[in-house]
Structures are given as C-alpha cells and as structure tokens.
C-alpha cells in the first residue's frame, strides 16, 4: 500500500489518463474523490470503482469554475477528509488560429488548462499547511517544453503549468508539501482517440515518431502520478518528470 | 548510508538482475539496499572492497541474494571481468544503474589532459560501458532498463564545479541517444538527477568549503538536503515496470532546489 492514509482529489477523474489515476490510487489504498463534468460517465465509473471496493466520491465541478469548485470541494472533505494529494488533471485542448481567437476562448481555455491549478491549491493548501504535509501533481504535457504546430496557446498553458509547479514547489516546500509536474506524450485515450481519427495518417505519424514502437497507456501515466503522490517520492519537489516513451528527446 | 523501509516494499524488482556501479557507500549503496528489498537479485561494483563486502555480507545475511565485485568501472577490461562473474552467478543484467562517479574542482589553466581524461572515464566514460556490456542480452530479450545518475549540475551548475557539469550534462545527453535508439527493443534508458543529498561525496565537498554548508541548507525549498535512500526509491521505480512509458527523461530528485535561480 503506497497511499494507505491518504485522500487524493483528482480533477476530470471521469475518462482517459484522469480514471487510470482515480483506480490506481484507489488499488494503493488511498481515498480518492475525483471531480467531472461529464456526470453520466462519473456515476458509472463510481459504480464500479464501489463495487471493487473502493472508498471513492465524486462531485460534479467544472474546473473552469472556482465556486463550482468550492462547493464540490466542501462536499468531498465531508465525506473523506482533508486532502492530502491533489492531482490536477482536467484539461482541455487548444488548436486556435490566434487572429480568429476570441478573448473569451481565451479565458476558458486558460481557466481550465491553467488557472484551476491555482484554485485547488488555494482551497486544499490550508489543511496541508496544517498538517505540514502534502502532494500536488499537475499533469502537464510534452507541449510544456516543446510543441507542434497548430496547437495555439496549448503550449503557453502547459509551459505556465511547468511554472506554477516550480513556484508552489519552492514556497510550499518549507511546509513538506511537495509540487511536481508529470508530462505525457502521446497516450491512449478516449480524447487522443478520436484525434487519431480525426485525419488519415495521425495515429500512423504517432507511431512512426515514438522510438519505443507504440503510443503509451493512460496507466502508465498513472503509476508515476501514484508514485509521486507517495512518500517514496520524499524527495521529488518542483520536477517536471516527462512520460513520453523518449519523444521529447528527440529532434527529428 | 540511510537504510530503505523495506516495510514498503513492493517487489517491483521480483526477477530481476540488477547491476549498480558504486555499490559500497552513499547513493550507490542505498540503490544497491532498495534493489534488493524490491525483490532483486543485485550485483555491485566498487573500488572500495571493505565497504563493498560488508554491504553484501549484511545484505546476504538477511536474506537477499547480492553480490559484490571488485572493479574500476574506468576502465573497460576490469569492467568486463567484474560483469562476465557477476552474469555467470546471476543471469543476465536485466536492469542497471550507472552511479560510479566524483566530484572534480578544477582549475581549467592548471588541470592536465591526464587528469582530464581520468575524470571523464569514470564520470561519462563508464555509463557507455555499463551500456555496451548489458545491451546485448536486453536485446535478446526485448527488455530492459538503464538509468545514469546524473546531477542537478546536468542542467545548471555553481562555482568551482570545472568540469563536472561537462561530464554530468553529457550523461543526460547520452540518456537520449540510447533511448531513441535502443527503445524500438523496449530498453528504456533514463538519468536520475539528484541535488544535495548526504552522502561521503557531499561531506568531502562541505569539508573542503564548510561555508557553504549553511549557505547550502539555506537555498533549499524542502528546508533539507536529500537522503541517499530517497534517491533510490526513485532508481527502483524507474527501473521497473511501472516507469514502463519513461524513456529519455531526466528525473530531478532535489527537493525543488532546481526550480529556483535566487
């Protein structure tokens, strides 16, 4: 058991990457409450995360939302607990045209790919300050240190994401409270699936770039964010650890 | 050396050869400790041989299977003699941990060719080695996993470090190349970055400039350096199959001590 006495809130628990860490801190042992906005998909996921046995909640929120947020937050520290990890995952794409992209699209967009990071450290930090311990992990991207074209401002928030790791890393770090940045590359999910779908040739070009021969698995990604939440990670503050099969070592 | 909590233990590392370079003290024995509570059968080498068999008779004694061999990783025959024993008790190495390395302060004016090339064989040198000694038998089996333990001086350095930071930065370089080129055979290949961490190197290195130990704990975010099993727990990870999507990365382990320039 690797989180035997932890309550881990997860934002956009619901699918893809976010559920693989839902289920794998739940197998080492923590509590999780995880946060969506698809409910139909949430309720049956809790479902079956309560028949395996599971001590897991969820709440609605739009993580674009502070009072959404908030509310659900309250919920969750009711029936759980304090928060002892975090793991900032809700995120959306970004392919804009930067002379067409309205200043509302904008703040969405960095409402939820950014600006949330700050609003679930600003209402779990108080307990973890208290209990001088904790653990933030903010699924940045590859596109934090590098990018491809046509993912206008994707790269902006991701690189503002590695960011605000650092500074919560350095000010919190005085109070054991640990903040990381975990980066996929191309992974399997239902999102990055109907990507591939979308163009003939996507998932072909993925593929031909990886050197390890395959796209990853959203559990994969999960196994380091169980990790890092852990205390085996005692050590690991302000990192940003890319799990992207070498991608991002690569230049051509 | 800080002893792991193999209370935690997962047995990550259950079926494994684990080979580590700098096995008798400091970080390379807290690697060689947690191996061996994760479940692996581990092999080390050193130069030290006192601290070396007394690490593998302690481990031996409660129930592990570890094996110590003499040898200067500098250098590529005594490397080679020390791995063809260690593979013939053990099997073939199935994950490695290239950790043998200094310090060096050197002045660029005064600092021989000799010196020079002494420095980079242990430091840079020997990672290939360890490299080109298990990469054959990880092709075979379509598997592995190597991790270099580099520095936070692979990324950024401080002063009087000459030419550490050259050595340190190219192990992560190096981490690249083997990963694009060996990850098409599911052989993952990582740098593992600590900061300060309390080992005998950190401790000769606040010997020779005691100043900078207060100066030292002072910059640091977590208030403390790291301690050498804390370094470990992530060399095991890495190491198993639960980093197995992390290829070609550079893990810092350094309590945040990298995010911060002032």
């Given amino acids: 058991m690797k989180l035997p006495n932890d309550h881990i809130l997860v934002t956009g628990g619901a699918k893809g990457i976010g559920a693989a860490i839902v289920l794998d801190a739940a197998q080492a042992g923590a509590r999780v409450s995880f946060v969506d906005i698809d409910v139909a998909a949430s309720e049956k996921y809790l479902g079956e995360l309560r028949a395996a046995g599971h001590k897991v909640e969820f709440e609605r929120a739009d993580v674009g939302n502070f009072a959404d947020v908030e509310q659900a937050l309250k919920k969750l520290v009711a029936k759980q607990g304090d928060f002892t990890g975090v793991v900032n995952n809700a995120g959306v794409g970004s392919s804009a045209d930067p002379v067409t992209m309205t200043d509302e699209e904008w703040d969405v967009f960095f409402a939820i790919d950014m600006k949330s990071i700050w609003h679930t450290a600003k209402l779990t930090l108080p307990a973890m300050r208290k209990a001088k311990k904790g653990a933030i992990v903010n699924i940045a991207s590859i596109h934090g240190r590098l990018t491809a074209p046509n993912y206008f401002p994707y790269g902006a928030a991701k690189s503002a994401v590695l960011g605000l790791t650092r500074n919560l890393g350095i000010d919190e770090g005085p109070n054991n409270i640990r903040c990381n940045a975990v980066s996929p590359g191309y992974i399997m999910t239902p999102l990055s699936e109907a990507w591939y779908a979308e163009e003939e040739g996507r998932y072909e070009y993925a593929i031909s770039v990886q050197s390890m021969g395959r796209v990853g698995q959203p559990i994969e990604i999960a196994k380091v964010v169980t990790f890092l939440l852990s205390d085996a990670a005692s050590f690991v503050n302000g990192s940003d650890w890319a799990v992207d099969g070498g991608i991002g070592a690569r230049s051509v | ?262």
């Fill in chain 2, 1 to 262: 050396m800080s002893s792991s909590n193999s209370t935690n233990s997962t047995m990550a590392l259950k079926g494994h050869h684990v080979l580590v370079t700098g096995g008798s003290q400091g970080i390379g024995a807290a690697i060689v400790v947690d191996a061996a509570a994760e479940g692996a059968r581990v092999s080390f080498f050193d130069i030290d041989v006192e601290r070396g068999e007394a690490l593998a008779a302690k481990l031996n004694s409660e129930g592990n299977e570890v094996q110590f061999i003499k040898a200067d990783v500098s250098k590529f025959e005594p490397f080679k003699a020390a791995f063809d024993v260690a593979v013939a008790k053990f099997g073939p190495v199935t994950a490695a941990c290239s950790n043998a390395g200094r310090n060096s302060y050197a002045d660029p004016v005064t600092y021989t060719d000799e010196e020079w090339e002494s420095f980079f064989a242990l430091d840079l040198k020997s990672s290939w080695y360890i490299s080109k000694l298990c990469l054959p038998e990880m092709r075979k089996a379509k598997k592995g996993s190597i991790v270099f333990i580099s520095s936070i001086h692979g990324r950024m350095t401080a002063p009087n470090y000459f030419p550490y930071s050259a050595a340190k930065g190219g192990l992560i370089g190096l981490a690249r190349n083997l990963a694009l080129d060996e990850g098409p055979r599911n052989i993952r290949t990582n740098t593992v970055s600590p900061g300060y961490t309390l080992t005998a190197l950190v401790d000769s290195y606040f010997d020779l400039y005691p100043d900078r130990k207060a100066d030292a704990e002072a910059v640091q975010p977590m208030a403390r350096m790291g301690q050498p099993s804390e370094i470990a727990k992530v060399v095991s990870f890495v190491m198993s199959d639960n980093a197995s999507f992390i290829n070609g990365a550079d893990l810092m382990v350094d309590g945040g001590l990298h995010a911060r320039f002032a």
